[in-house]
């Protein structure tokens, strides 16, 4: 039974992996440029988006999800300015406002509607169903050249695949702009890099990456993954490029260990009963930055934020 389980096992935690990247990734420049809330308010605002995508098309196809979720996304950014602009507030208060209305509007929604034939519910919302995307049909590496059991492959498995590769893409090839900006507008703008149009792009990269990941993994992780990882990583290092590799590392290490304790830990202590992947990851990641809060070599150097340039 063991075995079996950690067969079956690979595939969520890849996707849990893959989740935990893409997330992370731009998770560190929201984290310097101080606005790390953003992810949080994007991972609750999706799911008004998706709710009201089902009830227009009565589906949870991933095309209408994720189109439902990344319009929400958008409305959800818009309205963070438009309430920090208007209300003239500071941006905490203005992302709290708005992401929290949104994702009650969301709830009550979701309570109203009919989804008793489909796999959309509160709890779902929240921690995803990652437990349940196994390749039933691998029966070893020759699966992977089989046209019958790749057709079986959870389709969240490429969907994150595609979007963690993108958002790699996009760092790499945005690096030098996202580093300057982040740390210095002012100068970014005398070099001619338009910042402003950089920051609503960072920001929309964190949506699609929320809005691909909440379907398989929910909102608990990916509020964690924009957060805790790249906040860990700037305790080990002063270094931009080396914050980022750390964050990747942190973001998989929480990734594989918290699914492997929620299947097996409670089995250590005696029970039969799995806790819920979801939230064991996020728990491993905070342990993680506590870890780093408390021995990091550079905790003394957190409130640095942008003045440090690091390469």
């Not at 308010?41 to 189109?67: K, N």
């Not at 969907?159 to 963690?164: I, K, L």
């Not at 100068?187 to 792009?201: C, M, T």
């Amino acid at each position: 039974m063991g075995a079996e389980f950690v067969q079956f096992s690979l595939t969520p935690i890849l996707i849990g992996v893959l989740a935990a990247i893409a997330c992370a990734l731009p998770g560190n420049f929201l984290i310097l440029r101080r606005q790390a809330l953003i992810g949080d308010a994007i991972s609750h605002v999706v799911l008004p988006g998706i709710v009201v995508a089902f009830l227009l098309t009565g589906t949870v196809a991933a095309i209408p999800m994720l189109i439902g979720a990344a319009a929400a996304a958008i409305v959800a950014v818009i309205l963070i300015e438009a309430v920090k602009r208007l209300g003239k507030i500071e941006p905490g208060a203005a992302m709290g406002v708005v992401f929290t209305t949104l994702f009650a509007g969301g709830v009550l929604l979701l309570e109203q509607s009919d989804t008793s034939n489909v796999h959309l519910d509160v709890e779902h919302a929240l921690m995803g169903n990652l437990e349940s995307l196994i390749w039933f049909r691998a029966s070893g590496w020759g699966s992977l050249l089989d046209p019958v059991a790749l057709a079986s492959l959870p389709p969240e498995l490429g969907r994150m695949a595609v979007v963690c590769l993108l958002i790699v893409a996009l760092t790499l090839v945005f690096w030098r702009w996202l580093k300057i900006a982040t740390f210095d507008e002012g100068f970014a703008r005398a070099l001619g890099i338009p910042a402003s149009a950089l920051g609503f792009g960072l920001v929309i990269t964190a949506a699609i990456a929320a809005v691909a990941a909440f379907d398989a993994v929910g909102s608990i992780i990916v509020i964690a993954m924009f957060i805790c990882p790249p906040a860990a990583a700037r305790l080990m290092t002063n270094r931009l490029g080396a914050q980022v590799w750390w964050s990747v590392g942190f973001a998989i290490l929480s990734a594989v260990l918290g699914y492997t304790l929620a299947g097996y830990g409670p089995l250590w202590f005696g029970s039969q009963n799995a806790v819920s992947a979801a939230g064991m990851i996020a728990a491993v990641s905070g342990v993680i930055l506590g870890l780093a809060s408390l021995y990091g070599p550079h905790r003394s150097r957190v409130g640095v934020g942008r003045d440090d340039a690091g390469a």
